[in-house]
């Protein structure tokens, strides 16, 4: 007896769970990289809204020709969405990101060299709208539904303020360089993010915890492994049958119509049409280059906020209450526009960055709910309508301006847009799986 005791001294204990005590779970550095790929990602998006003026000064091009690029390239964005989200589930999301930031670099290096304005649709719009649209937000919804069972609302959160963050902090540095240098040495600068986030992604990112001997952070020990990849079927008839499943649905055209919304009032007006907005009121391009960056800075505080909140409430509702108070912010910025920066832009910019695209991780968390395993596919669907919306507002706002010398209708109509949308996003019923919030919805 003596020496059995001896004996099973000598042998370590072995943890009951893959999550070892007292060390950070892996999936927290795999949402770290996914969050740096996503920022660099996000650099190419920050460029429009400063390229608009110096286009039009060097090659004559009207705000309507540049806008059409732009929107070619938000519609790529949300169609691609969909298809990436099945290749990633067939050949891995290591695979997809490194070729997407690739695209990315080379549309944006491509342009320093083009003459004409169809070769910035075929660089900003088809190059790089394909690239950003493999690492849109289905890329937010695969990571977090691969590696997270626990913290999938906050984790949803931090990775969308990734997006939309880097898009917007980007602003100052690139206007100072289109402004000192000019828009060549910016568009370089792109490409260099571009490029230096390929070498984290192939050597850090992983496609599942299964890959490292792993369950998803916080998943039950009797958990089942996910299938690997390049199982099942292929990647286009994934996504297209995920599509006319969920299509047959209320809850997904409310999805589909509410993310339009968001998107018309986000990436296709502001993002676009603030910057030469708020110059044809007298401000410099600099300044309200930092104002776009001051609402990158706080939507990284609402959108991991929103998740938080989505992790322990009705999504609904937080849906309704976010869209109904940005369409009032909307239709009172025609008032704030000035040639200065004075206390009310600054409250509607602090108050746009908390709101900026807090809808994402409740629409996740629905998409979840309704359509089970098949979320992050429906959810590329449902975002493939948030860029259908904001490429044709960019696209409209553009010929807006040049009808009629001013953004105020665009404004306006966004707002009444936004209280549409508030109105939708209550109408949606909870899925079976809802539970007290995105938290309790998991996999089902």
């Given at each position: 007896m003596p020496e059995d005791r001896r004996v099973t001294q000598t042998v370590p204990a072995r943890p009951s769970s893959p999550r070892r005590v007292g060390r950070i779970h892996r999936a927290w550095w795999v949402a770290l990289v996914a969050f740096v790929a996503l920022v660099g990602a996000a650099a190419f998006r920050a460029t429009p809204s400063v390229m608009i003026e110096p286009f039009r000064e060097e090659f004559g091009w009207s705000h309507g020709t540049i806008s059409f690029a732009?929107?070619?390239n938000i519609m790529l964005y949300g169609l691609t969405s969909p298809f990436?989200?099945?290749?990633?589930?067939?050949?891995?999301?290591?695979?997809?990101?490194?070729?997407?930031?690739?695209?990315?670099?080379?549309?944006?290096?491509?342009?320093?060299?083009?003459?004409?304005?169809?070769?910035?649709?075929?660089?900003?719009?088809?190059?790089?709208?394909?690239?950003?649209?493999?690492?849109?937000?289905?890329f937010v919804a695969t990571v977090t539904d691969r590696w997270f069972v626990a913290r999938r609302g906050l984790v949803s959160g931090i990775l969308t303020a990734g997006t939309a963050t880097g898009q917007l902090v980007f602003l100052p540095l690139l206007a100072v360089l289109v402004q000192d240098r000019g828009w060549r040495p910016a568009s370089l600068v792109v490409t260099a993010v571009a490029l230096a986030?390929?070498?984290?992604?192939?050597?850090?990112l992983r496609d599942r915890p299964e890959d490292v001997g792993l369950r998803a952070y916080g998943a039950p020990l009797d958990t089942p492994a996910s299938p690997p990849p390049g199982s099942g079927t292929g990647a286009g008839r994934r996504a297209i049958g995920a599509l006319t499943s969920a299509a047959r649905t209320k809850a997904f055209w409310l999805l589909a119509g509410t993310f339009a919304i968001c998107g018309a009032s986000t990436n296709g007006l502001v993002g676009t049409h603030f910057v030469p907005a708020a110059h044809d009121?007298?401000?410099?391009?600099?300044?309200?280059?930092?104002?776009?960056?001051?609402?990158?800075?706080?939507?990284?505080?609402?959108?991991?906020?929103?998740?938080?909140?989505?992790?322990r409430f009705d999504p609904r509702l937080l849906l309704g209450v976010y869209y109904a108070l940005r369409g009032v912010s909307l239709m009172v910025l025609p008032l704030l526009l000035a040639d200065t920066v004075h206390p009310p832009m600054l409250f509607f910019i602090v108050f746009y960055g908390l709101d900026w695209v807090a809808t994402v991780p409740p629409t996740i968390a629905l998409?979840?709910?309704?359509?089970?395993?098949?979320?992050p596919i429906v959810f590329g669907w449902v975002l493939a309508s948030h860029q259908i919306g904001a490429a044709l507002v960019a696209f409209g706002a553009g010929l807006t301006r040049d009808a009629y010398g001013s953004y105020d209708i665009a404004w306006i109509g966004a707002g009444a847009l936004c209280a549409m949308a508030a109105a939708m996003a209550l109408a949606i019923r909870r899925g079976v799986g809802a539970g007290a919030g995105a938290g309790a919805a998991v996999g089902t």
């Open positions: 732009i929107s070619v990436a989200a099945a290749l990633m589930e067939r050949f891995g999301m290591r695979r997809v990101v490194s070729l997407a930031l690739s695209l990315v670099a080379a549309g944006s290096g491509l342009t320093v060299f083009m003459t004409a304005s169809w070769q910035l649709v075929l660089c900003w719009g088809l190059l790089v709208g394909l690239g950003t649209g493999s690492m849109a937000l289905a986030a390929v070498p984290l992604v192939w050597f850090l009121h007298g401000m410099p391009v600099t300044t309200a280059a930092g104002l776009l960056a001051v609402i990158g800075i706080f939507d990284l505080v609402g959108t991991v906020a929103s998740g938080w909140l989505t992790d998409c979840r709910e309704h359509f089970g395993a098949s979320g």
